[in-house]
């Protein structure tokens, strides 16, 4: 079988055309969605995602506010941050770019955020709301792939599904999502004994792992749905400095019945989520 490659950066694009005329709608209601981003020290992945999420809120028409702190800053000045924002009835999302510097106790930070401007849906609130099937931010990562899910068709009630990696940012929150749609989760990690045996029952496979081409052809049911979760920088030989995924692509194409490629996959949904969650975050305080 050769797989369809799922497109998420059109899927991305329709997407966010409809989020920007929503929030053109709201903005004539006298409400602009407002995102608040934080970002402390200088780390290089995060200054890329922080760079698209802000251009990305930009070309929908949602204002944007970006702190930067110093590696060093002290717990206490990014604290009094989240409560001035908390309190600024303007501002409708903040987000805590991760990671944070050591000194920070990161879960301490996160419930400081005012749980209906959570739009990264990592409070412990939002997350067991999630747990429960309740209403909530979802986080953006899973919450993307949710939506490639039911742009696709792929049926999840009663499938197999295995989501490698127990990340609270993506593993963990993705675990949650398909078991509320129905389908038979299994989480696997760095300690889980014969991985293969696992994705390969598999219907859909979500690798958030962190390990350039880590999942093969050989590890996939043949007709299965692949969703690359990772974004991996080849450190060395001849293809150093290029992007790829946590899914050998070439391979697991040929066996797949549908695969998101790395780039242009389950990333620029994420961004997209992020534009949903806030837009919503207004139109809440709108309400
Ligand atoms: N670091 C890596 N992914 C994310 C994310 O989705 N949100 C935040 N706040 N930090 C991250």
């Known amino acids: 079988m050769t797989a369809r490659i799922l497109d998420g950066k059109a899927l991305a694009e329709r997407v966010r055309n409809d989020i920007a005329a929503r929030t053109a709608a709201l903005a004539q209601r006298g409400v602009q969605p407002c995102l608040a981003v934080i970002v402390v020290g200088v780390n ?50 903040i987000l805590v770019q991760l990671p944070l510097p050591p000194q920070f106790d990161e879960q301490a930070v996160l419930e400081a955020i005012a749980l209906e401007k959570d739009v990264d849906g990592f409070h412990a609130e939002n997350v067991g709301r999630l747990s429960q099937g309740q209403e909530c931010f979802i986080p953006c990562t899973p919450h993307g792939v949710m939506k490639m899910f039911e742009a ?7 499938a197999e599904a295995v989501v490698i990696g127990r990340s ?27 991985l293969a045996a696992h994705t390969r029952r598999a219907d859909i496979v979500v690798a958030a792992v ?67 969650n806030t837009l919503e975050a207004a139109a809440r305080a709108a309400r």
Do not use: W
Not at 52 to 69: M, P
Not at 176 to 190: Q, R
Not at 254 to 268: C, D, F, H, R
């Open 44 to 93: 290089p992945a995060s200054a890329v995602y922080v760079r698209n999420k802000v251009a990305a809120c930009e070309a929908a028409g949602i204002r944007s506010l970006r702190f930067d702190y110093a590696a060093d800053a002290s717990c206490d000045e990014v604290f009094a941050r989240i409560a001035a924002l908390n309190a600024d009835a303007s501002v409708h999302g």
């Open 152 to 158: 696709e068709g792929v049926p999840l009630q009663g």
């Open 168 to 194: 609270n940012i993506v593993g963990k929150p993705m675990a949650m999502l398909l078991t509320n749609a129905g389908a038979t989760v299994t989480v696997c990690h760095s300690k889980t004994r014969d």
């Open 210 to 276: 962190g390990r350039p081409r880590f999942v093969t052809a050989d590890m996939v049911k043949p007709g299965a749905v692949v969703i690359d979760v990772g974004i991996n920088r080849i450190e060395s030989g001849p293809e150093a400095g290029k992007l790829c995924g946590d899914v050998d692509f070439a391979s697991v194409a040929e066996v797949a019945s549908l695969v998101t490629p790395v780039p242009g996959g389950v990333g620029p949904m994420t961004i997209t989520m992020l534009l949903e």
